[in-house]
């Protein structure tokens, strides 16, 4: 599959996904699975796993246990097709499931572009993989002689993509990057523009993340996770109470590719533009900079040949801080004007 250089303005089609998220979900399709969530008022926070500890406090200071009683749990994180991918039982145990789930989801994404992963072996196929954690190896305590030799290559973030491109034999671009919360959009956004530079004409973009620990225990003085595991603020008795969320354990790839009529592909999206950028310094190392963000907005706006008012919803990531969720609400604001007509939900 030569790869060929186009215009750095070409749109990038989205011709298929697979995901892996917590609770029940129907197949990655046009409507689904988030639209689906949206639509139908599902909840997809399960309550927390039996077996982990609970604070019974009333004050919810008791260190190293967790107080929410819902959370976002994979519960089939484990399960693995070891022979399938052509690991052994023990290389598989000592490999992270970051791996093994962008394993499985990426051969479905492929399978759903009507694409035979097994066709892809020598070409210029490129892997762009967002992973943020990795506390897999640390919780194995003592580990059997026999797949100590495993543990490096499959606990190493890297080659959470690197696996992926080894095992389907693909020779394009392959890197896992780590930008936090954004690691996903991030691949997203250096898969098209591999694409455009003709470094690959097939790509495979996503990410990962399986919290085995840090997601359910915390040291949790003073309180910041949310009593029910969502992202709440509430007001009550004059002051606003605000707690993070978290869901740590999910997967999914996408399929992006230039021309895909071409080549009969159906098209379940497409990537106009995107940019990236850092909020630099602001009053706090994990706090956002709105001017920052404001130029972001607008580069990518630029970058996809699009003015404000083409703008008809926008999908912004909160936290439920009182600190973060104004700064980026007004940011938006300031991009799009308080007139414009584009609705913002908000992504937690």
Known sequence: MPAEAHAADEPIAIVAMACRFPAECPPPTRS???????????DRSPPTAAGTRTCSTPTRTTPGSTYARHGGFLYDAGDFDAGFFGLSPREALATDPQQRLMLEVSWEALERAGI??????????????????NDYAPRLGSVPPDIGGFLLAGNASSVVSGRVSYTLGLEGPSLSVDTACSSSLVALHLAARSLR???????????????????????????????????????????RRDR????????????????????????LAVLRGSAVNSDGASNG????????????????????????????????????????DPIEAKALL????PGGRARCGSGR
């Open 334 to 337: 300031a991009a799009y004007g």
């Open 244 to 267: 993070v969320g978290r869901g740590g354990r999910r997967a999914g790839a996408r399929t992006p590719r230039r021309r895909p009529r071409r080549h009969g592909r159906r098209v």
């Open 197 to 239: 530079a003709g470094e690959c004409a097939l790509a495979l973009a996503g990410g990962v993340t399986v919290l085995g620990h840090t997601a359910g225990v915390h040291r949790v003085q003073p309180p910041a996770w949310a009593l029910p595991g969502r992202a709440v603020q509430v007001v009550r008795g004059g002051g």
């Open 285 to 324: 190392l994990t706090a956002p900079n709105g001017p920052s963000q404001q130029r972001l907005i607008a580069d990518a706006l630029a970058d996809a040949g699009l003015a404000p008012s083409d703008v008809d919803a926008v999908e912004a990531h909160g936290t439920g801080t009182r600190l973060g």
């Open 32 to 42: 689904g699975p988030i639209s689906w969530t949206v639509a139908t008022g599902s």
């Open 116 to 133: 035979d992963p097994r066709a892809l072996r020598g070409s210029r196929t490129g892997v762009f993989t967002g992973v943020i954690g």
